[in-house]
């Protein structure tokens, strides 16, 4: 809160929206895997970054290719074609080892997830969604309508298409809400916010054959676990 005498006073005023809960730590810059507060003080960041950006600072060659590109152009419309965005599309299709023929680049999990979600829906023409206990998959309408426990701040009117939850580990509550009703089932290898759950090779396996026993499509919403972390490039490759 600001103080009446200082709401006016653009020194002191905070101008941004108090969305996330902060920290005490205000940090100022960052190498390896060191922070830097306000105070000069070094603190060990075992976090990293944030999800599957969990990269650290500064390393020398993600810098230098990163200020290569901002130096050629930083940004252009996905309406223009870039030669950089083909070979990244490329070997990402390689990398994946799966039988993908193209990718469509977005800025961010929740964007790509409401689009899977809106492919399965084309695809089958289909009302309902199953998803997994714990999980969380964005804070946009599709996203947060199968994410578990966004009742308490969904805040949209009503929810998009119909939402189940099945508990984790639970084979056989697999056969009973994956249905001929089912566009998709959607799920985290690895839950995120859920506190690292493993859903393990069995489940996702199990949630597999169902969907291409009724029909319906999986999505891994990987955003948390990341590129290579399962021990391969991407869940589907289990």
Not at 27 to 54: F, K, P
């Amino acid at each position: 809160m600001i103080p009446p005498a200082a709401a006016n006073d653009d020194t002191t005023r905070d101008f941004l929206a108090p969305v996330f809960a902060q920290y005490p730590l205000e940090v100022v810059s960052a190498e390896g895997v060191w922070l830097r507060n306000a105070r000069g003080e070094r603190v060990l960041d075992l976090y990293g970054g944030h999800a599957v950006a969990a990269l650290g600072y500064g390393h020398p060659g993600w810098t230098e290719a990163l200020t290569a590109q901002a130096r050629s152009c930083n940004f252009q419309t996905n309406a223009i074609p870039m030669g950089v965005r083909v070979r990244a599309a490329e070997r990402l299709v390689r990398f994946s080892g799966l039988d993908f023929t193209s990718v469509f680049f977005v800025n961010s999990g929740a964007e790509a997830n409401e689009n899977a979600l809106r492919l399965a829906f084309r695809m089958t023409s289909r009302p309902h969604v199953a998803a997994v206990e714990g999980a969380f998959h964005g804070r946009t309408a599709a996203a947060a309508a199968v994410t578990w426990g966004a009742d308490r701040w969904y805040g949209f009117p009503r929810k998009p298409f119909e939402v189940s939850f099945m508990p984790r580990g639970d084979l056989a509550a697999i056969a009973t809400q994956v249905t001929e009703r089912t566009a998709a089932v959607i799920v985290e290898p690895v839950q995120g916010l859920a506190g690292a759950v493993d859903l393990g090779q069995p489940y996702l396996a199990a949630l597999r054959r169902r969907c291409d026993e009724v029909g319906a499509l999986l999505i891994f919403d990987e955003v948390q676990c990341g590129l290579g972390r399962l021990g391969h490039p991407f869940a589907a490759n289990l």
